[in-house]
């Protein structure tokens, strides 16, 4: 069917419906999330009959979703499909790392085949809609959405967001196999004060164009059907109620025509806001902002009439959302296959190659943080292994914050990757203590198994519950006591790998000045053990760099790479210079740091041409040799400064990123191109302009002064 006749069908229905009807397509209901899976609430049944509900969250499984979606076809008035939407954030049955780790992968074209893989799963089981992806620019650890987050850098979230729409989406939506993507949470909701969950921003209009938005306009240009805004305000609007934003913005100017869903009840938290007086003021606030569809709030259904009653909002107003709502559905293919019947089944061979997808995301995730005296990789099997810590064999905490349609029972722990790397080794496993708690008990039996052990692998961090949604710590460190456990078996002097699981950085200096190798495995997923094995046993290389900077401590937040120059730079023999008394200004780990088993030397940069205009594009060249002794990946990041500019810019920028696989001894010249228009400054009306002068080009690994290769480039006047 053309966009004409979904036009003209959905202006039919349009005319044919009640108000009750058309408020009921921008209702979305959750349904019960009991153990046993997702069940219908028999009340929102009731609703559905009756047409006031548009559409599900939270309700996944075909046979489960057929039968409801049979109550809205067959059992209402106008027959109009529900659309069903979920949490697939990384990865559904087949659980692939958290973002914020496969961000570390620097790779779009792993991103695309994770989501990609993600939806061919979510689709077989029912489901038209991810709430992904996640695109809030992260900046402080203390918040626990890190986790859900490709870091701190806005071109590479922007990247991200590209490669995530693609692969939700695919080429067609209405494809079986698709999914609508959820580019959320617009805007800014990275920049929550001191890293509390829920709290209010205020970040500066620039740093909001700069930093915040440049990942939603990338996504918008990839065609995300749908947007969520924010639950939290900025500079007082709350983002759910914010018609600059979302109105004048995203749709006026950038030209967004999909759905706005609103986050889980945040029409009715906009009274909490102090916002809106009742129910029917926040219901009209949001509407007249463009907010198609209430998530749980039953704002629009308890609060709409009235609205149009006191005239707060016109008919007009809800037929607009409600166009877009059928819009949205029509795009899906759902008028005409409700059932997505040809949605390709998940046989064992599907899920297998989906498996092998999640292993390989899953290694190419893990950031190898440190390894003084080479102390990975242990190439031969060590006869007898201790796996000691409370993450050291609990496959359930390998799902990480969300876990979609992921089970506990189908992940591998890592010492079950190790077992299964090592099948010939005695594997002794400790907990030692609990990841949170005060029982020292376990600490005395688990330095025995060290002691009697040729390698131990400790396995501490975060519980998966400990980062993600309502995750934030104030001080993210390791939690209980871990440290006790980690510095009375690395006082021990055995061959010792640490391995970190973490929605986010966390600050634990002590353990990097004694632990010899640490590797960050954050949440990995399905193949946890399997990828962390192939690490530790030098099959996989490890090639993963920090999306994020990693602070020294807490204080330091907020930690990132592109800062602004002050004007008093770091002097320590001069007291009024912008530093601490009692911290170092530099992180532990900068943005870009993640090792190799081999060495990477970088040489012989160029740039061309000499002189840049605008629409031109510069050529950027550079040889990188693996001057070590195993095959590996390199990652080249390009960054730029603009030394002199109407406004201060960062002292780097992150512009682009290429990869270079090379055998030990080879040489490859890496090539990268750079838009002209990209080196734009925003101008006081926040309008991108391009200031002719010098530009500064830096490549190498990471954004570290001493690590990066120099060049200038000018644009013309
Ligand atoms: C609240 C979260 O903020 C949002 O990211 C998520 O999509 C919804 N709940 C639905 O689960």
Same mark, same amino acid.
């Given at each position: 069917?053309?966009?004409?006749?979904?036009?003209?069908?959905?202006?039919?229905?349009?005319?044919?419906?009640?108000?009750?009807?058309?408020?009921?397509?921008?209702?979305?209901?959750? %349904?019960?999330?009991?153990?046993?899976?997702?069940?219908?609430?028999?009340?929102?049944?009731?609703?559905?009959?009756?047409?006031?509900?548009?559409?599900?969250?939270?309700?996944?499984?075909?046979?489960?979703?057929?039968?409801?979606?049979?109550?809205?076809?067959?059992?209402?008035?106008?027959?109009? /499909?529900?659309?069903?939407?979920?949490?697939?954030?990384?990865?559904?049955?087949?659980?692939? !790392?958290?973002?914020?780790?496969?961000?570390?992968?620097?790779?779009?074209?792993?991103?695309?085949?994770?989501?990609?893989?993600?939806?061919?799963?979510?689709?077989?089981?029912?489901?038209?809609?991810?709430? @992904? !992806?996640?695109?809030?620019?992260?900046?402080? /650890?203390?918040?626990?959405?890190?986790?859900?987050?490709?870091?701190?850098?806005?071109?590479?979230?922007?990247?991200?967001?590209? =490669?995530?729409?693609?692969?939700?989406?695919? *080429?067609?939506?209405?494809?079986?196999?698709?999914?609508?993507?959820?580019?959320?949470?617009?805007?800014?909701?990275?920049?929550?004060?001191?890293?509390?969950?829920? *709290?209010?921003?205020?970040?500066?209009?620039?740093?909001?164009?700069?930093?915040?938005?440049?990942?939603?306009?990338?996504?918008? &240009?990839?065609?995300?059907?749908?947007?969520? /805004?924010?639950?939290?305000?900025?500079?007082?609007?709350?983002?759910?109620?914010?018609?600059?934003?979302?109105?004048?913005?995203?749709?006026?100017?950038?030209?967004?025509?999909?759905?706005?869903?609103?986050?889980?009840?945040?029409?009715?938290?906009?009274?909490?806001?102090?916002?809106?007086?009742?129910?029917?003021?926040?219901?009209?606030?949001?509407?007249?902002?463009?907010?198609?569809?209430?998530?749980?709030?039953?704002?629009?259904?308890?609060?709409?009439?009235?609205?149009?009653?006191?005239?707060?909002?016109?008919? *007009?107003?809800?037929?607009?959302?409600?166009?877009?709502?059928? @819009?949205?559905?029509?795009?899906?293919?759902?008028?005409?296959?409700?059932?997505?019947?040809?949605?390709?089944?998940?046989?064992?061979?599907?899920?297998?190659?989906?498996?092998?997808?999640?292993?390989?995301?899953?290694?190419?995730?893990?950031?190898?943080?440190?390894?003084?005296?080479?102390?990975?990789?242990?190439?031969?099997?060590?006869?007898?292994? @201790?796996?000691? &810590?409370?993450?050291?064999?609990? #496959?359930?905490?390998?799902?990480?914050?969300?876990?979609? %349609?992921?089970?506990?029972?189908?992940?591998?722990?890592?010492?079950?990757?190790?077992?299964?790397?090592?099948?010939?080794?005695?594997?002794?496993?400790?907990?030692?203590?609990? @990841?949170?708690?005060?029982? =020292?008990?376990?600490?005395?039996?688990?330095?025995?198994?060290?002691? =009697?052990?040729?390698?131990?692998?400790?396995?501490?961090?975060?519980?998966?519950?400990?980062?993600?949604?309502?995750?934030?710590?104030?001080? !993210? &460190?390791?939690?209980?006591?871990?440290?006790?456990?980690?510095?009375?078996?690395?006082?021990?002097?055995?061959?010792?790998?640490?391995?970190?699981? $973490?929605?986010?950085?966390?600050?634990?200096?002590?353990?990097?000045?004694?632990?010899?190798?640490?590797?960050?495995?954050?949440?990995?997923?399905?193949?946890?053990?399997?990828?962390?094995?192939?690490?530790?046993?030098?099959?996989?290389?490890?090639?993963?760099?920090? %999306?994020?900077?990693?602070?020294?401590?807490?204080?330091?937040?907020?930690?990132?790479?592109?800062?602004?120059?002050?004007?008093?730079?770091?002097?320590?023999?001069?007291?009024?210079? $912008?530093?601490?008394?009692?911290? !170092?200004?530099?992180?532990?780990?900068?943005?870009?740091?993640?090792?190799?088993?081999?060495?990477?030397?970088?040489?012989?940069?160029?740039?061309?041409?000499?002189?840049?205009?605008?629409?031109?594009?510069? #050529?950027?060249?550079?040889?990188?040799?693996?001057?070590?002794?195993?095959?590996?990946?390199?990652?080249?990041?390009?960054?730029?400064?603009?030394?002199?500019?109407?406004?201060?810019?960062?002292?780097?920028?992150?512009k682009g990123v290429a990869k270079a696989f090379l055998r030990p001894g080879e040489t490859r010249t890496v090539r990268l191109s750079l838009a002209c228009d990209a080196l734009a400054v925003l101008d006081g009306a926040l309008a991108p302009r391009l200031e002719p002068g010098t530009i500064e080009i830096f490549v190498g690994p990471a954004a570290r002064a001493d690590a990066l290769l120099e060049a200038a480039v000018a644009i013309a006047a």
């Amino acid at each position: 069917m053309t966009r004409t006749d979904h036009a003209a069908r959905i202006e039919s229905l349009l005319g044919a419906m009640t108000l009750d009807e058309k408020i009921g397509q921008l209702n979305m209901l959750t %349904a019960d999330l009991a153990v046993t899976g997702p069940g219908m609430p028999a009340d929102y049944m009731a609703e559905l009959k009756k047409g006031r509900l548009g559409s599900m969250l939270n309700l996944f499984g075909a046979p489960l979703m057929r039968q409801v979606q049979k109550a809205a076809v067959e059992e209402t008035r106008l027959g109009i /499909p529900l659309f069903f939407g979920f949490d697939v954030v990384h990865g559904h049955r087949t659980v692939f !790392p958290i973002p914020l780790a496969e961000a570390g992968a620097f790779d779009p074209a792993l991103w695309e085949k994770t989501a990609r893989i993600a939806a061919v799963e979510a689709a077989a089981d029912g489901l038209t809609l991810t709430f @992904a !992806p996640m695109l809030d620019v992260s900046r402080d /650890p203390r918040w626990g959405r890190i986790s859900e987050s490709a870091g701190e850098d806005p071109w590479l979230t922007a990247r991200l967001a590209e =490669a995530k729409v693609r692969g939700f989406q695919g *080429a067609d939506l209405a494809a079986a196999d698709a999914v609508a993507a959820t580019a959320k949470h617009f805007a800014g909701y990275g920049a929550v004060m001191a890293g509390r969950e829920y *709290a209010q921003v205020d970040v500066s209009e620039r740093t909001f164009h700069e930093v915040y938005l440049p990942p939603f306009r990338a996504a918008v &240009g990839a065609g995300t059907a749908a947007i969520m /805004p924010a639950f939290n305000d900025l500079a007082g609007i709350p983002l759910t109620a914010h018609r600059g934003l979302l109105r004048d913005l995203l749709r006026q100017r950038w030209g967004f025509e999909g759905v706005l869903i609103s986050d889980y009840n945040a029409i009715a938290e906009l009274i909490a806001h102090g916002v809106a007086a009742d129910l029917v003021e926040a219901a009209a606030l949001a509407l007249k902002a463009g907010v198609d569809i209430d998530m749980m709030a039953t704002a629009y259904t308890c609060g709409l009439p009235a609205a149009l009653e006191r005239g707060l909002v016109a008919m *007009a107003d809800i037929d607009a959302c409600v166009r877009r709502v059928l @819009a949205l559905k029509a795009a899906l293919g759902l008028f005409d296959d409700p059932y997505r019947m040809k949605a390709p089944a998940m046989t064992p061979e599907r899920m297998a190659e989906h498996r092998a997808v999640a292993r390989e995301a899953a290694r190419r995730s893990i950031v190898l943080l440190q390894n003084r005296n080479d102390r990975l990789p242990v190439a031969a099997p060590p006869p007898r292994v @201790a796996v000691l &810590g409370p993450l050291a064999d609990v #496959a359930d905490e390998m799902l990480g914050p969300w876990s979609g %349609a992921g089970r506990g029972e189908e992940m591998v722990s890592y010492a079950a990757g190790l077992r299964a790397a090592w099948p010939a080794s005695r594997i002794d496993v400790a907990k030692g203590v609990e @990841a949170e708690g005060g029982d =020292a008990g376990g600490i005395a039996p688990a330095l025995d198994l060290a002691r =009697a052990a040729d390698l131990v692998v400790l396995c501490l961090g975060e519980l998966r519950f400990m980062s993600g949604e309502a995750g934030s710590r104030a001080k !993210p &460190g390791l939690p209980g006591l871990q440290p006790e456990l980690a510095r009375a078996v690395l006082d021990l002097g055995k061959p010792a790998v640490v391995l970190l699981s $973490s929605g986010r950085p966390l600050m634990a200096p002590w353990l990097f000045e004694r632990a010899e190798a640490v590797l960050a495995c954050w949440y990995l997923g399905s193949e946890a053990g399997h990828a962390v094995a192939d690490v530790v046993t030098g099959r996989w290389n490890p090639s993963a760099r920090l %999306a994020v900077t990693w602070p020294v401590d807490a204080g330091q937040i907020p930690i990132f790479y592109a800062r602004l120059p002050t004007g008093r730079p770091l002097d320590p023999a001069f007291r009024y210079s $912008s530093k601490y008394l009692d911290m !170092p200004n530099e992180p532990l780990f900068p943005f870009g740091h993640g090792l190799s088993y081999t060495r990477f030397a970088y040489s012989n940069l160029r740039v061309s041409p000499a002189t840049l205009r605008a629409g031109g594009a510069l #050529a950027i060249e550079v040889d990188v040799a693996n001057a070590g002794a195993m095959a590996g990946e390199e990652t080249v990041l390009l960054f730029v400064r603009d030394p002199v500019a109407s406004v201060s810019r960062p002292v780097l920028e992150l512009k682009g990123v290429a990869k270079a696989f090379l055998r030990p001894g080879e040489t490859r010249t890496v090539r990268l191109s750079l838009a002209c228009d990209a080196l734009a400054v925003l101008d006081g009306a926040l309008a991108p302009r391009l200031e002719p002068g010098t530009i500064e080009i830096f490549v190498g690994p990471a954004a570290r002064a001493d690590a990066l290769l120099e060049a200038a480039v000018a644009i013309a006047a």
